[in-house]
């Protein structure tokens, strides 16, 4: 213990903390990716490694992204929050409005030129888009930013409420529509980030409550065609819920309602402690729906065990101390906010994912992170890790540390600038606005005229001599 202590306290263990995890997740990714697609690509295609080439492209262009986020300084980040969120909304909108024709006109998918929509994503071009995974990055930035900004004035309720609220529940809108399961992935990332601004315990209560009734009614529409919903067929959304709270026999509905997880389960069962072999998974073969996705997880338990269940474990976990220690370390509220937000988002979907596999939660259709297969998830939390490991570089201690025994010149300009040295003085924060209400008096501006200088006490005069100044 004492020795991973020393470890710890290194001054850039939080850097190369998340490199290892992150690295490593990435890596058990690409190798299940192509033990869960390669049979059925064989089989299809003739090509086993169809699948895998295809998310190693976009594992690629993930790591191009992770480059170039971890070269980026704060103040750049707080400038792209604004534009990445009006892009997410606007392609939302323009996937929703895309369906709602589609289900109207009784189709799968509708186009308009160049621009298809179908289910979760955008084609554009040929090129696969899901806003929703820009919309939870986008949500990071803006959101860390605003409330960074806003400062001390968020003990103000309306202060706290505008703009951030009708922006978040756009957003839930929006998104839960057609994807609930996302949609819960945003909650999470909204809790981390009040819970990183030290926001009321009561401000938690209302949010509760509001979500619960959001979800609800998010539930109801999937009877009106929302989501994979038909109007007029069975509510699935409401059926997974009825399904968690009473799970039926699995005999019974083992080829009709829980067919996943009934084969998720076996899945889980056939692997035992050690495994049955890497690429040896039988559920594989087109029995377990969503292997290489949703499921990837069963495949894992499959081939891996225990054991191999138990490492990937092992990482998020490790991922989540590391984010949270970045949040901790840095100065800058704009960066705890963000890494604390960024890290509620990843091992909140890594959980909610886990869950709905081992039969904890309900199932939602979220992919693991790192892990499934999927382009537009993998470049964006790629992007997201990018932004952590600038932060974890800008640490106090870190950025000494680089700044004392600076890496070569062509180093710094191939893989990262040197941060900026703490201590610098920070601009003022601006004041709160006058009449909104009562704040706490630690928290009320003084003017220049009432100021107290420094070292002086009110109600003590500086006259007389220096022997009755001491007494």
Avoid at 70 to 99: C, E
Avoid at 355 to 377: C, E, K, M, N, Q
Avoid at 427 to 447: D, F, L, N
């Amino acid at each position: 213990m004492a020795a991973l202590r020393g470890l710890l306290d290194r001054p850039l263990a939080s850097y190369y903390l998340l490199l290892s995890s992150a690295g490593l997740l990435l890596l058990i990714g690409l190798t299940m990716v192509y033990s869960a697609t390669s049979i059925k690509d064989y089989a299809e295609d003739g090509d086993a490694s169809a699948s895998v080439i295809k998310q190693a492209l976009f594992a690629g262009i993930g790591i191009v992204a992770f480059w170039a986020c971890q070269r980026l300084p704060a103040r750049t980040y707080r400038a792209l929050g604004r534009p990445l969120l009006i892009t997410a909304v606007g392609l939302l909108l323009v996937l929703n409005l895309l369906l709602a024709y589609a289900r109207l006109t009784h189709q799968e998918s509708a186009r308009i030129g160049p621009i298809e929509a179908k289910l979760l994503w955008l084609f554009i071009g040929g090129i696969q888009v899901q806003p929703s995974e820009l919309a939870k990055f986008a949500l990071v930035l803006w959101g860390a930013h605003v409330i960074a900004r806003k400062g001390a004035a968020l003990g103000w309720w309306r202060e706290l409420a505008t703009p951030l609220f009708p922006v978040i529940g756009l957003l839930f809108v929006l998104v839960g529509y057609n994807d609930v399961g996302t949609m819960l992935c945003l909650l999470a990332l909204v809790v981390g980030l009040l819970w990183a601004a030290g926001v009321r315990m009561r401000v938690f209560g209302a949010l509760s409550v509001a979500g619960l009734i959001g979800i609800g009614l998010l539930v109801a529409v999937a009877s009106l065609g929302a989501g994979s919903g038909e109007s007029g067929e069975e509510n699935y959304r409401f059926a997974r819920l009825v399904s968690f709270i009473n799970p039926p026999d699995p005999e019974k509905c083992k080829l009709d309602g829980c067919l996943q997880l009934y084969q998720g389960r076996l899945a889980i069962e056939h692997g035992g402690w050690f495994g049955v072999g890497l690429g040896k998974s039988s559920l594989k073969w087109d029995w377990l729906p969503e292997a290489h996705n949703d499921f990837i997880f069963a495949i894992i338990a499959e081939e891996l065990g225990v054991i191999g269940c138990a490492v990937v474990l092992t990482l998020f976990a490790v991922l989540a101390y590391t984010g949270l220690r970045i949040a901790r370390r840095v100065d800058d509220p704009f960066r705890r906010l963000a890494a604390a937000a960024v890290t509620t988002w990843l091992v909140s979907q890594a959980v909610i994912n886990i869950g709905g596999v081992v039969g904890l939660l309900p199932i939602t259709g979220l992919p693991l992170p790192f892990i499934s297969d999927g382009g537009s998830a993998l470049v964006v939390t790629l992007a997201a890790i990018g932004m952590l490991a600038s932060f974890a570089r800008a640490e106090p201690d870190a950025a000494r540390a680089l700044h004392a025994r600076p890496p070569a010149r062509w180093v710094r300009l191939l893989w990262a600038p040197l941060p900026p040295l703490p201590g610098r003085r920070r601009r003022p924060a601006t004041p709160p606005p006058a009449g909104r209400g009562s704040v706490p008096r630690s928290r009320e501006w003084r003017h220049d005229d009432q100021a107290v200088p420094r070292g002086a006490r009110q109600g003590r005069s500086r006259t007389g001599t220096a022997s009755e100044r001491r007494r």
